[in-house]
């Protein structure tokens, strides 16, 4: 024996009762409410009155031809407002997945990778896909672990090249961190610079966690090279306006100096080898799209642009 649907419950508030009062408060008048809805007038009235009854309490002053809402109607407005703008998202978004190329990725990066090395790579995704809708959020380095392990993001941009749990990771072209100098510094005449080149030079260093910190310091250290350690920062975005402020000369990731790069900052080689490798950790447990592998594709592109090498 087939069930038989279950009877609306006639003592509840429905969907229709929220559509007759939202017309009403974009309208103004049962008259024009009732238009807005394809129905008639008596029928919007009857919903109004049965909503008012439900709800224990009225909505509106009756003036003239005119519905006037009282102080609970514009609360339950702003309610009904924001709801119904989630549900216009949710449309919006099930129509979108409908088209080409519409699909949305969501990336997540170190805040430095998103400045110098994530736009060259969207120009270029842009460029040979059309329009790929991108979200982007940055985070530092155990906190984007964490979130990539709960596949919270179709893509992540790390510097640390092991995998968390739950991704796999890809290795970006490998390149070698750079000087910075102000233009007008006598370094920025030389075409290559050496560990002791710094020597006696006032020096905006990275701060002193940081394993490229920790490296660049090494290597000068062992060439007997004193430095002026005058400013040190988590951000190599910051070390690059430090620099070009004229308070020092620094050594930065190949690709923060390119973006920085100007009038008033030039980037010169070291003979001296310090590697930078940025990777790319994808989830295995998210939906796989075809946006994501021509983002994979456009980031290897960019970060080869830089000057990477395969490894």
């Given at each position: 024996?087939?069930?038989?649907?279950?009877?609306?419950?006639?003592?509840?508030?429905?969907?229709?009762?929220?559509?007759?009062?939202?017309?009403?408060?974009?309208?103004?008048?049962?008259?024009?409410?009732?238009?807005?809805?394809?129905?008639?007038?008596?029928?919007?009235?009857?919903?109004?009155?049965?909503?008012?009854?439900?709800?224990?309490?009225?909505?509106?002053?009756?003036?003239q031809s005119r519905l006037r809402p009282n102080a609970r109607a514009l609360r339950l407005w702003e309610e009904v407002q924001r709801s119904w703008e989630g549900l216009d998202r949710v449309v919006e978004h099930a129509l979108a997945l409908g088209q080409p190329h519409q699909g949305r990725i969501s990336v997540l990066s170190l805040p430095a990778l998103s400045h110098a090395l994530l736009p060259g790579a969207l120009e270029r995704l842009q460029r040979s896909h059309g329009a790929v809708a991108v979200s982007v959020?940055?985070?530092?380095?155990?906190?984007?672990?964490?979130?990539?392990?709960?596949?919270?993001?179709?893509?992540?941009?790390?510097?640390?090249?092991?995998?968390?749990?739950?991704?796999?990771?890809?290795?970006?072209?490998?390149?070698?961190?750079?000087?910075?100098?102000?233009?007008?510094?006598?370094?920025?005449?030389?075409?290559?610079?050496?560990?002791?080149?710094?020597?006696?030079?006032?020096?905006?260093?990275?701060?002193?966690?940081?394993?490229?910190?920790?490296?660049?310091?090494?290597?000068?250290?062992?060439?007997?090279?004193?430095?002026?350690?005058?400013?040190?920062?988590?951000?190599?975005?910051?070390?690059?306006?430090?620099?070009?402020?004229?308070?020092?000369?620094?050594?930065?990731?190949?690709?923060?100096?390119?973006?920085?790069?100007?009038?008033?900052?030039?980037?010169?080689?070291?003979?001296?080898?310090?590697?930078?490798?940025?990777?790319?950790?994808?989830?295995?447990?998210?939906?796989?799209?075809?946006?994501?592998?021509?983002?994979?594709?456009?980031?290897?592109?960019?970060?080869?642009?830089?000057?990477?090498?395969?490894?």
């Amino acid at each position: 024996m087939n069930a038989q649907p279950t009877p609306a419950n006639p003592d509840r508030i429905a969907h229709r009762h929220i559509e007759v009062f939202r017309a009403l408060m974009l309208t103004g008048s049962a008259t024009a409410a009732a238009q807005m809805l394809f129905t008639s007038q008596p029928t919007v009235s009857r919903e109004l009155a049965r909503l008012e009854q439900l709800l224990g309490y009225a909505l509106f002053e009756r003036a003239q031809s005119r519905l006037r809402p009282n102080a609970r109607a514009l609360r339950l407005w702003e309610e009904v407002q924001r709801s119904w703008e989630g549900l216009d998202r949710v449309v919006e978004h099930a129509l979108a997945l409908g088209q080409p190329h519409q699909g949305r990725i969501s990336v997540l990066s170190l805040p430095a990778l998103s400045h110098a090395l994530l736009p060259g790579a969207l120009e270029r995704l842009q460029r040979s896909h059309g329009a790929v809708a991108v979200s982007v959020a940055t985070q530092e380095g155990p906190l984007l672990q964490e979130w990539m392990a709960a596949q919270r993001f179709d893509l992540g941009l790390t510097e640390l090249g092991d995998a968390p749990p739950g991704t796999r990771v890809i290795a970006l072209p490998a390149m070698d961190e750079v000087a910075v100098l102000p233009a007008a510094h006598p370094l920025a005449a030389q075409p290559v610079l050496q560990a002791q080149d710094f020597d006696g030079q006032a020096f905006i260093s990275l701060a002193r966690d940081d394993p490229y910190r920790v490296q660049i310091d090494a290597v000068l250290a062992r060439a007997g090279v004193q430095r002026r350690m005058l400013v040190e920062t988590h951000s190599a975005v910051a070390v690059c306006a430090m620099v070009q402020h004229g308070l020092g000369v620094a050594i930065v990731n190949p690709l923060t100096a390119r973006a920085c790069a100007g009038a008033d900052l030039v980037v010169r080689p070291l003979q001296f080898s310090i590697p930078f490798q940025v990777h790319m950790l994808l989830p295995l447990h998210r939906p796989a799209v075809p946006e994501v592998d021509w983002l994979v594709q456009a980031l290897q592109a960019e970060a080869a642009a830089a000057g990477g090498t395969p490894r």
